[in-house]
């Protein structure tokens, strides 16, 4: 089997498997399009189709995520802050406000699609010592992504949100599913020893 990588643009990359496939006619020669992984910014949202695998890294951001099985799409935004500061007609996910009317839209959903919509929320991590509520974002985010959606009318299915660790969300358009990893670093006053 041969492997080739193509580059593709906004930080994606496919890869392309030849391989021969044996029928009783003799040998077929086929090519497979693996999965193209996508990276979703900070205030970015991307929409993916069937051969499309988003992710996300996120701190105290909120990753919304929605999966639509019927129709083969995905969207994934990855939301900065809670509120926008005032009505914006941007598609755009650097705020929750924004990014979920943002994500409906792109991904060509109405109303009567929203029961066939996976909704995942992960991040809104607490990243700083901080005991002001001000400087407490990743709840902020969290809380705003819960209300929006629920003013949407859409129902979250998985959700991991707040604690104090990083996550990364990956969504596969190809097979439906999702993956949350949270990111854990060593406790501070760990001993380590080299062999």
């Given at each position: 089997?041969?492997?080739?990588?193509?580059?593709?643009?906004?930080?994606?990359?496919?890869?392309?498997?030849?391989?021969a496939?044996?029928?009783?006619?003799?040998?077929?020669?086929?090519?497979v399009?693996?999965?193209?992984?996508?990276?979703?910014?900070?205030?970015?949202?991307?929409?993916?189709?069937?051969?499309?695998?988003?992710?996300?890294?996120?701190?105290?951001?909120?990753?919304?995520?929605?999966?639509?099985?019927?129709?083969?799409?995905?969207?994934?935004?990855?939301?900065?802050?809670?509120?926008?500061?005032?009505?914006?007609?941007?598609?755009?996910?650097?705020?929750?406000?924004?990014?979920?009317?943002?994500?409906?839209?792109?991904?060509?959903?109405?109303?009567?699609?929203?029961?066939?919509?996976?909704?995942?929320?992960?991040?809104?991590?607490?990243?700083?010592?901080?005991?002001?509520?001000?400087?407490?974002?990743?709840?902020?985010?969290?809380?705003?992504?819960?209300?929006?959606?629920r003013?949407?009318?859409?129902?979250?299915?998985?959700?991991r949100?707040?604690?104090?660790?990083?996550?990364t969300?990956?969504?596969?358009?190809?097979?439906?599913?999702?993956?949350?990893?949270?990111?854990?670093?060593?406790?501070?006053?760990?001993?380590?020893?080299?062999?």
């Amino acid at each position: 089997m041969q492997t080739t990588t193509i580059n593709a643009s906004n930080n994606a990359a496919a890869t392309v498997n030849h391989w021969a496939a044996f029928d009783f006619g003799g040998a077929e020669e086929r090519t497979v399009v693996s999965t193209r992984s996508v990276q979703v910014g900070i205030g970015q949202l991307k929409i993916g189709g069937r051969t499309d695998q988003l992710q996300a890294l996120l701190g105290s951001c909120v990753g919304i995520a929605f999966i639509w099985k019927k129709r083969g799409r995905c969207g994934l935004a990855h939301c900065l802050l809670p509120e926008a500061p005032e009505a914006q007609a941007e598609l755009s996910a650097r705020y929750v406000s924004q990014a979920v009317p943002a994500l409906l839209l792109l991904i060509g959903a109405t109303e009567a699609d929203y029961p066939d919509i996976q909704v995942v929320l992960a991040g809104g991590a607490t990243m700083l010592n901080a005991r002001s509520s001000r400087l407490q974002i990743g709840q902020q985010n969290a809380d705003a992504a819960k209300r929006h959606l629920r003013k949407s009318g859409l129902n979250v299915q998985y959700c991991r949100i707040g604690g104090k660790c990083g996550r990364t969300l990956t969504v596969d358009c190809a097979t439906s599913s999702f993956i949350v990893n949270e990111i854990v670093t060593a406790q501070p006053n760990a001993a380590y020893a080299n062999a």
